[in-house]
């Protein structure tokens, strides 16, 4: 992070007779901080948000960020609103700092919190802002790969595994083929969840079947410590080589075109699908919180869509 938290870690995980007392006294206690989240995901956000801080201030040591007051926290959220960053973007650096300075404090680096009293800009926390599909529209993007190529059973195997199990992308990407097993008789899929839950979550009948045909097809289904799903190079998949995160975002956002939706939608969509679609079939709002992973209810919640109903917008009874 800039020049402050720099990446000197990785001694901290070796095994504790190569780390000398010495080595972990001096790292410095921002580094420790960012080291403690437990989700990889977590600590990449936490950085690229107080470097957003630390570059807009120009920060240049530990010890000047430990000094930093409420009016510079100030300065900086006054910047990102006059720059007409999103209320959520700003909220979530504001968290991140906030975090930062929480554990500074509690390990006396520093004598205050100075975002402890800031005000944050408003969120509607009633519904969240990802888009998601219809039934229809799901199983239009469903029925788009070409499954009699390996890309088109690789790519129907996410989709189903995003639409029919709600995990993130970075999930769905860091799956292994170990990850697919039998448990109590059910065809599953083992999820290191956010945060570093296991969580071994039972497959509809048809996300099961179609991970089959792309092993089969893939030919790895032997390689149980490798990914499960990996870039597809012709007709042969790339050992041993996972699917970048991104990539997800790129096989929905290719057969969501494929099916004439047009833009705006992420993988994460088909997150806010699946949640919608289980809770409107039946499914408990506590049972659907565990399958994807949420700590709390209401973050769930901000995934249902079935409270939008376009057609009774009072936008249609303002005809002039």
Request: glycine fraction near 8%.
């Amino acid at each position: 992070m800039q020049n402050i938290l720099k990446e000197h870690l990785p001694a901290i995980s070796n095994r504790p007779s190569s780390v000398s007392v010495q080595l972990l006294q001096a790292v410095p206690e921002e580094e420790i901080w960012l080291a403690g989240q437990l989700s990889r995901h977590t600590r990449r956000a936490y950085k690229q948000d107080v470097a957003h801080f630390i570059a807009a201030m120009g920060i240049k040591s530990n010890e000047e960020l430990r000094q930093v007051s409420r009016a510079a926290v100030v300065v900086w959220l006054n910047g990102m609103r006059d720059r007409g960053e999103k209320s959520r973007t700003i909220r979530r650096r504001l968290s991140s700092l906030s975090s930062l300075f929480v554990h500074l404090v509690e390990h006396r680096k520093a004598d205050e919190n100075p975002v402890r009293d800031i005000k944050r800009p408003r969120v509607n926390r009633r519904q969240g802002t990802t888009r998601a599909f219809s039934p229809k529209e799901a199983r239009a993007i469903l029925d788009a790969p070409d499954a009699t190529t390996l890309r088109g059973l690789r790519d129907r195997a996410i989709l189903s595994v995003g639409f029919q199990a709600g995990p993130r992308r970075s999930e769905i990407a860091s799956l292994l083929v170990k990850d697919f097993h039998t448990n109590a008789g059910y065809k599953s899929l083992h999820f290191i969840r956010k945060g570093g839950e296991d969580l071994s979550l039972a497959l509809n009948p048809q996300t099961s079947q179609r991970i089959q045909d792309y092993l089969a097809a893939g030919g790895h289904g032997d390689d149980l410590d490798g990914p499960l799903f990996r870039p597809v190079n012709g007709e042969t998949t790339e050992q041993r080589r996972h699917l970048h995160p991104e990539g997800v975002d790129r096989i929905l956002r290719k057969y969501a075109a494929l099916a004439g939706l047009g833009a705006g939608y992420s993988a994460h969509s088909m997150r806010a699908t699946f949640i919608t679609t289980a809770l409107d079939k039946g499914a408990s709002l506590e049972d659907v919180q565990r399958d994807v992973g949420h700590a709390d209810p209401g973050t769930t919640k901000l995934y249902d869509r079935r409270g939008y109903n376009p057609e009774k917008s009072a936008a249609f009874f303002a005809s002039y």
